[in-house]
């Protein structure tokens, strides 16, 4: 594949307008054989192309060509990537396919730099694609949460997430928010950190992403929008298309800095309009950072709404600190028009518990997630239109996807309340897991069960009696669902045996994991 690099303003600008206010403002998608990001008269256009203001989507003509409106409340004008080529991309991977719509610049008094200005608004605007190979099957990073508020924490996410995945096999890469933890001048530092990857990486705003000395929503995202362009959009790859969505609602700093899961009416027309030029067989994917159970209601079942007709679904966020999955049906707001239910990850986040915990011998946190899970990253593999889920931790090799809970030593008269808790990192309700004593029990059906993870409790407790750092807390374990518990064969002697458990996920993969202890007298 072949990316470009960065050029502060890569879209070829001709004609400035004279007014900012209901005028239209058009140009040309076209193929930059030359990679000069500049439509030169003997390049190929490109039709039937999707360019949206942020709430109207229009496609391009047999000539190329496009025609949008542009008022004061545009903040960008951008190109709908098509499957089968690229928009350029930053010299640090960062994919540019937006023209940030800021005549006056962003208010004066933000903490962070927000949008130089603009300038009057370009009346023709030009798109550069390029090529590339882009099969239907491929493979996808998410990122959950970074959240480094320093240098030190951004060593830490290289540590765990940059290192390891130099050289990924995936195709590109999308971060759901937080890349920050309010101090918003890390950016620089975390796109140097994502650039080593080399593949393209989508981003999406969090809470923490918010320039919060604002007293409204409406420029809560300037520094955002400086760094990483709109802060919603949508893009297509395969088979599949991505809808980015903003659905943090700030309430501005005379609220106590507060805000709510919500879904604003700018974004469900954008959803609405958009969705007119996509496939019914494409795997429809939104991405945001609040999960779906914790934005309002009417959010939520406005954007049920808008993809219920498309038989392939799937969403995903964070901002939770912990894995979980999430099915929608019926009883739970689902329409069902094409699909009994919609699977919605709660996905694992980079920082953990807030990079919090015992430093490791390479002196990296724990950083284990609230639900005793270690941190990690997801793995989307993209099969066509269809998809499947792995959770990889930090510092682990890929293979160890399970823990066991169980006293290393037991004396022979507790065998009959002795009970394993086994923790599924990425498992969820529809995991299927077995455990038996090896030359002693046949697999048995485990318990699917709801509880907090014993050894989390263990290292939280470890924290509050002073033996981690203080600025290194790890706290609020709480109970999840991709646990499940098995009683031990009451009759066995005094003697060392094996725990073997085997585990398979609503994908089909499954995976094992063995537990030695000690029977006493």
Known sequence: MKYTSLLSSFIATTSIATTLTAQSITGIVFED????????????????????????????????????????????????KPSGFMTPVSDKNFPEFYYIHRPEGSPDGLKYDGVAPTGPAPKSLNFPLYKQDEPANYKMLIFGDPQVRDYKRM????????????????????????????????????????????????????????????????????????AFGPNYYSFNWGNVHYIVLDDVQYKGIQNKKGYSGHIDQKQREFIKNDLKYVPKDMLIVPLMHIPLVNINKESRLALFDLIKDYPNTFSASAHRHFQRHDFFDSQSGWAEAASPEHHHLVASTSSGTWWGGQYDAYG????????????????????????KLRTISARRPESEQLSIYLPREIKQADLATAIATINIFGGSTK?????????????????????IDPYHLENVQRHKDGHYPKDNSLSLETPSDHFA???????LTPGIY????????MFDQTDEAYFLFNVIE
């Open 33 to 80: 054989l030359n990679n000069n990001r500049l439509f030169d008269t003997d390049e190929p256009v490109i039709p039937n192309v999707s360019v949206s203001n942020g709430i109207d989507v229009v496609q391009t003509n047999a000539v190329g060509q496009y025609t949008l409106a542009i008022t004061d409340d545009t903040d960008a004008i951008f190109v709908i």
């Open 155 to 226: 060593t830490y996410f290289r540590h765990d997430f940059i290192e390891p995945l130099i050289g990924t096999e995936a195709s590109f890469g999308v971060a759901l928010g937080d890349l920050a933890a309010d101090a918003l001048d890390i950016y620089k530092h975390y796109k140097d950190s994502i650039s080593q990857l080399g593949i393209p990486f989508y981003s999406i705003p969090g809470n923490h992403d918010i320039n919060f000395n604002v007293s409204s929503d409406k420029h809560s995202m300037e520094t955002w929008l400086a």
């Open 364 to 387: 990296t946190p724990l950083a284990t997630q609230r639900d005793g899970s270690p941190n990690a990253y997801n793995l989307m593999t993209i099969s066509n239109n269809a998809y």
């Open 431 to 451: 995991n299927i897991t077995y455990a038996r004593v090896i030359n002693q029990s046949d697999f048995t059906l485990a318990t699917p069960t709801k509880t």
């Open 485 to 491: 518990t098995i009683n031990l064969p009451a009759n």
């Open 498 to 505: 094996t725990l073997h458990v085997k585990t398979t996920d």
